[in-house]
């Protein structure tokens, strides 16, 4: 079973650049997860998606970043303009719909490096 | 708030000993444990959870990690740690209503010397 995909694995750009990630969760998962994690720390959650719904996007800062999920399926995360402080490893997760009790799927991340 | 504490930046062991990363974690009502492992420039795998009953869960690569309900821990053990299980753990919670976003530790690096 294939599990989750991420690309591109590895990004640099300048700073006011935009960039898109992309992901593809395992087949016949609802919720798919963008995480950022930060050198150094642990995953922290950027948005949340239950099919085609964003349900959490609290943590997503609205100003530069945004996502899609169009057809449920696979999603894109896109900053637009790139700042410094942006770098970091973008991850993308998947899980069995509802509930607490299951575990997420990850992929193996987008490291974005901003210069 | 819901919180995971890891104090420990780094966990020093010799192969063919036990080894212990703590977990401490702050939510309201009971929680959803878990513990993931990340090898370096991959995504996070699942190791094992806590989600109700015994209080020793038992999980990949011959992991386990004992909940404490009094001491709000999850510390993850093994028996006798091998080279190969060097690499960064996270530990990360939920609550047990309503939807909750799993939050992760900051990580504890274990490193297993031959």
């Known amino acids: 079973e294939a599990g989750v995909v991420q690309s591109p694995r590895y990004k640099i750009i300048e700073k006011k650049q935009p960039v898109a990630f992309w992901c593809n969760p395992i087949s016949g998962h609802n919720t798919l997860y963008w995480y950022r994690q930060n050198l150094g720390q642990g995953p922290e959650l950027l948005i949340r998606y239950e099919n085609e719904e964003a349900v959490d996007d609290s943590q997503l800062p609205k100003d530069r970043f945004s996502a899609e999920r169009l057809k449920g399926v696979d999603s894109t995360l896109k900053i637009q303009p790139a700042e410094l402080g942006d770098s970091a490893v973008y991850l993308c997760?998947?899980?069995?719909?509802?509930?607490?009790?299951?575990?997420?799927?990850f992929g193996e991340g987008s490291r974005l490096t901003v210069l | 708030a819901q919180s995971v504490a890891q104090p420990e930046d780094q966990v020093n062991v010799a192969e063919g000993n036990p080894l212990t990363v703590k977990c401490t974690y702050s939510?309201?009502?009971?929680?959803?444990l878990f513990w993931y492992v990340q090898y370096p420039n991959r995504g996070l795998q699942f190791l094992l959870k806590?989600?109700?009953?015994?209080?020793l869960v038992k999980g990949s690569y011959g992991f386990e990690a004992e909940f404490n309900k009094s001491q709000t821990s999850f510390h993850l053990k093994k028996p006798s740690a091998l080279v190969s299980d060097s690499a960064l753990y996270f530990c990360a919670v939920r609550a047990f209503s309503g939807y909750s976003t799993l939050t992760f530790g900051k990580g504890t690096m274990l490193l297993v010397s031959p």
């Open positions: 806590y989600i109700t009953g015994d209080n």
């Open positions: 939510v309201s009502g009971n929680p959803y």
């Open positions: 997760a998947s899980s069995l719909a509802g509930g607490n009790t299951g575990e997420l799927f």
